[in-house]
């Protein structure tokens, strides 16, 4: 058993963490308030070759596996972004690049994965609906076919990225639910052509205000007779389930690595605070009370991290993994709401005080216990299917 990082992950750690180093926490700061894409870090992410980690080398990417995308989200979300940023190596890299390298037909992997590869291109990713919630399976947005095309009618919400997205990876339901036997099956993944959509009427959005994360701006999609060509289906008809696990795994394993990210930047601040401030003529951290907290978190964050590496690492390796992203989703998260909590309470009243980052990181790591899926379910899923007790419904 080594627990060593292989070189792949620590030479895109390097490089991840050298293109961050040129923008402080003022920074990030200022993109939250004026609630902008960090579109300065991602074009230096691109031309470093960082954002192509997952698209295969023979069409001009870096031939990477999620660990290594995991790596880079924690050294990007650890340099100041936290969690709420880790969506700039989701949805594209992720959603985008990760999922057409395993699914994607050769056409589509032709023409899209080396503009992924550079960034030219960007994709968005639609599975959440109003009346399924957490329910994947229950969806009812629905693709008709009309011949050479399907034809899509229903809403999603909480779609990131739309505003950016070139390419929508869009979760349909070609059979019914009611219908569906197992449940699993009839779901269809369309890529849809976001700009076209837009212009011909038939998809439009409307952003949702959010407490934080506003880097990355979250929608309700509308989808009327949108009609995408059945060349566009990834992977097969019917058989979407195959490819929603391999988005939907990557995605908490991911979200879990920024949660990281955003733990180590709170316990730095925290840390930080605690050894400059002084009160009755020593710093603060020097009282257990504080220090014994902060130790805590670190310790948090080191045993999740394991859980990160290890879940990746069996993704990449072909093996089940879906047990282990629950639980590194679990941890990660749990790790960097502990993280921004105590450092409000190291720093106090200072807290408040948008001088510092702590609020940014706090709504950014309260998300994180609800989604992309609630804490609540992925211990549903620990409680029944690994343990083995009885199910409530």
């Known amino acids: 058993m080594d627990f060593t990082l292989p070189e792949s992950a620590l030479a895109v750690r390097r490089g991840v963490s050298d293109v961050c180093a040129r923008y402080d926490l003022d920074y990030w700061q200022r993109c939250e308030a004026e609630k902008r894409w960090p579109q300065e870090v991602w074009d230096d992410l691109a031309r470093g070759g960082w954002l192509g980690l997952a698209v295969p080398e023979e069409y001009g990417g870096g031939g990477q596996g999620l660990l290594e995308l995991a790596v880079a989200t924690e050294a990007l979300s650890a340099s100041g972004a936290a969690g709420g940023s880790a969506f700039t190596y989701v949805l594209t890299p992720g959603f985008g690049a990760l999922t057409l390298a395993r699914h994607g037909s050769p ?3 032709e023409e899209l994965l080396p ?6 291109v960007e994709t968005c990713f639609a599975l959440t609906e109003p009346d399924a919630g ?11 076919r009309d011949g050479d095309e399907f034809v899509v009618d229903g809403r999603k919400v909480w779609i990131t990225g739309v505003q950016r997205a070139t390419w929508m990876l869009l979760v349909t339901r070609t059979v019914p639910a009611a219908e569906a036997e ?6 269809t993944v369309l890529l ?20 934080g994360a506003n880097t990355t701006p979250s929608n309700t999609v509308f989808l009327d007779g949108l009609r995408v060509p059945a060349a566009n289906v990834v992977g097969e008809v019917d058989q ?11 995605e908490r394993i991911l979200l879990a690595a920024g949660g990281l990210g955003a733990a180590e930047v709170a316990l730095s601040v925290a840390v930080r605070y605690a050894g400059e401030r002084e009160v009755f003529g020593r710093p603060i951290g020097a009282n257990q009370a504080v220090a014994f907290p902060l130790a805590e978190v670190r310790a948090e964050i080191e045993l999740a991290r394991l859980m990160v590496h290890k879940a990746a690492w069996l993704f990449d390796a072909g093996l089940p993994c879906g ?9 990660a998260s749990r790790a960097a709401w502990d993280a921004a909590d105590r450092a409000f309470q190291t720093l106090g009243g200072m807290a408040y005080s948008l001088e510092y980052p702590v609020a940014r990181l706090l709504a950014d790591a309260r998300v994180g216990k609800v989604a992309p899926v609630a ?6 899923h620990l409680a029944t299917r690994v343990l083995g007790l009885p199910r409530s419904f």
């Open 240 to 250: 979407g389930s195959r490819v929603l696990w391999d988005v939907l795994n990557p």
């Open 115 to 120: 503009k992924l590869a550079t960034g030219e």
């Open 107 to 109: 056409r589509q992997r």
């Open 182 to 187: 197992p449940r699993s099956h009839g779901l």
């Open 134 to 144: 957490s329910d994947s399976l229950g969806i009812s947005t629905s693709a008709r």
């Open 375 to 380: 804490e609540e379910m992925l211990l549903n």
């Open 192 to 211: 849809v052509n976001v700009p076209e959509a837009v212009a011909a009427g038939s998809l439009s959005y409307q952003p949702i205000p959010k407490m």
């Open 323 to 331: 047990t282990e992203a629950g639980i590194a989703k679990l941890a």
